[in-house]
């Protein structure tokens, strides 16, 4: 149905119900507000008339249509006020005057052909009935009338502002149209596109800028992961490329075992290189996928650390840390994180490396400073980039330029932050925040 697919006909249907629920009780307001003060208006003119002083008791009484209204009747009539007045409606059966049945309100919002309002009054001394009347004639020409205007007047309402609603409405969703064709464009080649940012209205302008944010998102996206895949396979294609040449020159013609076991070497090296690029390459890509423990001890994940750097580089490594403080996390993604920024800086020339773990701002605040050759400021920005050296003398030095970005991956996963300070020949200083608390707080 059109109004389950169409905003502008929902728009539409829905003023124009809300407008017929508020014209029905207006149009129903004003009639009975209008009968009933013609009711009340045609009483007190009557009420006025027989009060006068030389109209009574004999008031009238040339008239010829006199005779025809009825006495006052006790068993018929409903019982006088305490002035000894009371108000009947009367119409003509079959040639004589009866009292009109139902409720008052409801003879004064229906008021009968030929009705005619009668007043009956008794003097103090019940003697003679007193009798006035007035014909509802013009009561019964009038609210037929009226009631016919207010529902013509309430179906043109009704119509003309469905009419505007579903022009608005359209005139609203028009601009919704043009992001929508506009999307449909983008594509993985063509994410330099964006949606016109033209509009007046607030929230159109809000949705473009929103769209327009995430086309910039996916956009980045895209063009880190296109780098991203260009430097692996570049990174791969170097050792795979060195373990085939000595594999081939091995086999080209009978070699001495010597020689074998030196070309089987060299392969098993290359094939070392490959098998820390693949685990690399497999925590990039587990990013938000991390488990989540609690209550993981800072200090004792420190000395881990220092142990395992200290083995594998014979560089000093120095820890920090309050005796109870933890961390929540996942406590391999977290050592590597702390141990890639430490080798690091033992292999820039800054050992000793200084590892410092501190409570703050409801976190946990870690720094890890070396006193190595430091890091260019052009270099800054790059530096968490797949496959980025800022030194491109180390490119081949065991390295898989894709340490600081696991940091990064790591750091991102934990929703932390981190950020580095250096300067040349002074060291290099990285602070990582974790959105955790200590024990003791």
């Known amino acids: 149905m059109i109004w389950r697919e169409s905003l502008p006909a929902r728009v539409a249907m829905a003023t124009a119900g809300l407008l017929t629920v508020i014209l029905l009780t207006i149009s129903a307001s004003a009639y009975v507000i209008t009968a009933l003060l013609l009711r009340q208006a045609v009483d007190s003119t009557l009420a006025a008339r027989v009060a006068l002083p030389e109209q009574r008791p004999g008031w009238d009484r040339d008239n010829e249509d006199w005779e025809h209204i009825i006495p006052f009747d006790d068993k018929h009539m409903p019982p006088p006020g305490r002035d000894g007045q009371v108000f009947v409606s009367l119409v003509e059966e079959h040639g004589e005057w009866v009292p009109r049945t139902g409720p008052d309100w409801w003879q004064a919002l229906t008021p009968a052909d030929d009705e005619v309002r009668v007043l009956y009054g008794r003097s103090r001394g019940g003697g003679e009935t007193w009798r006035a009347f007035a014909s509802m004639e013009a009561a ?39 992001v929508i064709a506009t999307t449909e464009e983008i594509h993985a080649q063509s994410l330099e596109l964006r949606v016109p940012d033209t509009w007046h209205d607030r929230t159109l302008r809000k949705l473009t800028q929103v769209l327009n944010a995430m086309i910039s998102r996916l956009q980045a996206a895209f063009e880190a992961q296109g780098r991203f895949v260009a430097s692996a396979a570049h990174e791969l294609r170097g050792p795979l490329g060195a373990m085939r040449a000595e594999l081939e020159v091995a086999l080209r013609r009978p070699r001495s075992p010597e020689e074998y076991r030196e070309a089987l070497e060299g392969a098993l090296a290359e094939t070392s290189r490959l098998s820390s690029l693949a685990e690399h390459l497999l925590t990039l890509s587990r990013g938000a996928a991390m488990s989540r423990e609690a209550g993981i001890p800072v200090p004792s994940l420190l000395e881990r650390v220092a142990t395992e750097v200290r083995r594998a580089t014979g560089g000093e490594v120095e820890t920090a840390s309050p005796p109870d403080l933890t961390v929540d996390g996942d406590s391999l993604a977290l050592e590597r994180l702390v141990s890639n920024l430490a080798r690091n800086g033992v292999e820039a020339g800054g050992a000793p490396v200084r590892i410092e773990a501190r409570p703050v701002r409801g976190g946990v605040e870690l720094t890890v400073a070396d006193n190595g050759r430091g890091i260019p400021a052009e270099s800054l920005p790059m530096i968490f980039e797949p496959f980025y050296r800022a030194d491109p003398a180390r490119s081949r030095d065991g390295g898989t330029g894709l340490g600081l970005a696991i940091v990064k991956t790591i750091v991102d996963a934990h929703r932390g932050t981190v950020r580095v300070e250096s300067e040349l020949d002074r060291g290099t200083t990285f602070t990582i925040w974790l959105p955790t608390v200590s024990a003791g707080e």
Not at 150 to 156: F, N, R
Not at 161 to 174: D, H, N, P, V
């Open 140 to 178: 019964h020409e009038v609210l037929p009338a009226l009631l016919r205007w207010l529902i013509l007047i309430s179906i043109v309402g009704v119509l003309l502002s469905a009419l505007i609603a579903w022009r608005m409405a359209g005139q609203t969703y028009k601009p919704l149209r043009a």
